[in-house]
């Protein structure tokens, strides 16, 4: 970050070295400072697609969300082709609960790009909201024929088996996951709940520990295995 700095000393008007400090600010959680870098970088450059991009997903992750939309449609609007700014608009446009409109987004951004595997995913999670479950899973295995190891749409698949209670089939996406990434909370918490599906408390009590254990500030974790032990009688 010092050499950074010392960078933009030199030439103020850098727009990337503006930019490229937004990322490094967002990657130390930093993210006012991030998004006046981005901010900078889009003054210097108005048509930095990827600053603009960039100062979108950030005004999203601060609740900014109006702002972050209008951050994406200034980045299409440079390039109606940049399929990524349409996924980043869904993305922000779904947290408005605007999911008609998010829905086309992801398949504006898979019709830019078709090897779009997190538009897909992220499409299977519209279509799942709306109850169209055998939809939403081959979106997820969509995704997953592009990226075989995306650990997201495998558990996204579990729960949508789970919700039509397919429990044991659901446990087994799940276990994928954990062969990907063992330290998959999410994982956990899910096998957790199937298992509590089935009457298996003592089984879920234990896959809820150890979601907790990789992630103690889980708090529906924490939730779930307050419920099991309650069922439980303890």
């Known amino acids: 970050i010092i050499f950074m700095h010392k960078s933009i000393q030199l030439d103020p008007q850098d727009a990337e070295a503006h930019n490229n400090l937004g990322v490094i600010y967002q990657d130390l959680g930093k ?3 991030a998004e ?3 901010t900078q970088a889009t003054i210097l450059q108005e048509n930095y ?6 100062l979108g997903n950030i005004l999203k992750d601060q609740g900014k969300l109006e702002k972050a939309v209008n951050a994406h449609k200034k980045a299409i ?3 109606p082709n940049y399929s990524d700014a349409y996924y980043n608009m869904g993305v ?6 605007k999911v008609v409109e998010s829905k086309v987004c992801y398949s504006k951004a898979i019709e830019l790009n078709p090897n779009h595997y997190k538009a897909y995913n992220n499409l299977g999670n519209v279509l799942q909201d709306n109850g169209k479950i055998e939809e939403a899973i081959i979106a997820y295995k969509k995704a997953l024929l592009i990226n075989p190891n995306y650990i997201e749409a495998y558990n996204n698949i579990g729960n949508a088996l789970k919700e039509q ?4 089939e659901s446990i087994k996406l799940f276990k994928k996951t954990l062969s990907i990434n063992p330290n998959y909370a999410d994982a956990y918490n899910n096998i957790g709940n199937s298992l509590k599906d089935q009457g298996k408390l ?5 896959s809820f520990k150890k979601a907790l254990s990789i992630k103690p500030d889980f708090a529906l974790a924490h939730n779930n295995m307050g419920v099991a032990l309650k069922d439980q009688g303890k």
């Open 165 to 168: 209670g397919k429990l044991e």
């Open 31 to 33: 993210l006012e400072e």
């Open 92 to 97: 922000t446009l779904k947290l408005l609960g």
């Open 49 to 54: 697609i990827e600053a603009h991009c960039n």
């Open 77 to 79: 609007s440079i390039n």
């Open 36 to 38: 006046a870098s981005y």
């Open 202 to 206: 003592e089984e879920s009590v234990n």
